[in-house]
């Protein structure tokens, strides 16, 4: 809250559900995504799929940031930073938040991965095989997801510094500001042109019944389906927040009025939005997808026998 504002009971009540409410949704967002990666890396029929392994890379990248999310709200504020060299890592990767902004970068070029892979499989389905599943075509796309996750938040590594046992940052504060607008911005665009170009595509596929029937297997139209969901539920879920925070830094940027605050019950709902997609992305796979859910059954009966 500003300096300014009276701190009121509404104020700290709020702030207290809006914190217990925030690691409430981050626990379960980490167990949930957890678990479905534990289940992929154990089933061999999951792995067979070039789809499966992205959902389940995907879930490893979410579980990450939710963790980051818990020490970034809870714990961040009462550790004081190493001394030597641990401490200059600390400050360069943790305290400018760098691995936490490129955990969620990482997460949305899996959501483009994703739909690359069902655009293909819809537009080009005869030539599916030969483009997406051969194992070195599927390490390729993955290396990219982190790779462009890591480079595209690679200039925060330099905002920061050890000094006196503290961490600080080495550039004022406005240029930090516009520094973060413009990556936002940007990144909002690339993800937008990707997704939507794709997206549109492949729902259109899908919408001419003919053709698509035709074509298209039934085990395709089937990850096709959970694709759509998922791609849906991401977008809804999370693009409130990165047009809200985009707003927010053109606002502090430009001197624009929008009367946009990170302290509003706005900018607190789209981030409890973007937890709850954690949380929603492996339980609507897990309901969706049939050949995991008999994973689960499978493994269950494994550990029955056991004892």
């Not at 890592?89 to 970068?105: D, E, F, N």
Request: charged share 10%; aromatic share 16%; with cysteine.
């Amino acid at each position: 809250m500003n300096s300014t504002q009276p701190v009121t009971n509404y104020n700290l009540e709020f702030s207290q559900w809006h914190f217990v409410l925030t690691q409430i949704g981050n626990v379960s967002a980490i167990l949930c995504n957890a678990f479905l990666f534990f289940i992929y890396s154990i089933s061999k029929e999951l792995n067979k799929s070039f789809t499966n392994t992205l959902f389940s890379s995907l879930a490893f990248v979410d579980a990450i940031t939710s963790s980051f999310f818990i020490y970034k709200s809870a714990f961040e504020s009462q550790v004081n930073p190493p001394t030597g060299i641990l401490g200059s890592i600390y400050c360069r990767l943790i305290y400018t938040t760098y691995l936490m902004w490129a955990s969620i970068a990482v997460s949305w070029y899996h959501i483009i991965a994703i739909t690359f892979d069902r655009f293909v499989a819809v537009t080009f389905p005869h030539h599916y095989d030969d483009l997406i599943k051969p194992p070195k075509n599927l390490r390729i796309l993955l290396l990219c997801c982190y790779f462009l996750g890591a480079i595209s938040l690679l200039p925060n590594v330099w905002m920061g510094e050890l000094k006196k046992k503290q961490c600080v940052y080495t550039i004022p504060s406005t240029f930090q500001t516009t520094y973060f607008f413009v990556n936002s911005i940007s990144f909002v665009a690339i993800v937008t042109i990707c997704i939507g170009s794709m997206y549109s595509t492949i729902i259109y596929k899908v919408l001419s019944k003919s053709s698509y029937n035709k074509s298209v297997s039934s085990q395709q139209k089937r990850a096709t389906s959970i694709c759509i969901i998922l791609v849906t539920e991401f977008v809804l879920c999370s693009y409130p927040n990165m047009i809200y925070f985009s707003g927010y830094l053109g606002q502090e940027n430009f001197g624009i009025p929008l009367g946009l605050s990170l302290d509003s019950f706005a900018y607190w709902s789209s981030v409890q939005l973007v937890n709850m997609s954690s949380l929603l992305n492996p339980l609507l796979y897990m309901n969706q997808n049939k050949t995991f859910r008999k994973a689960v059954k499978r493994q269950y009966k494994n550990l029955q026998k056991k004892f």
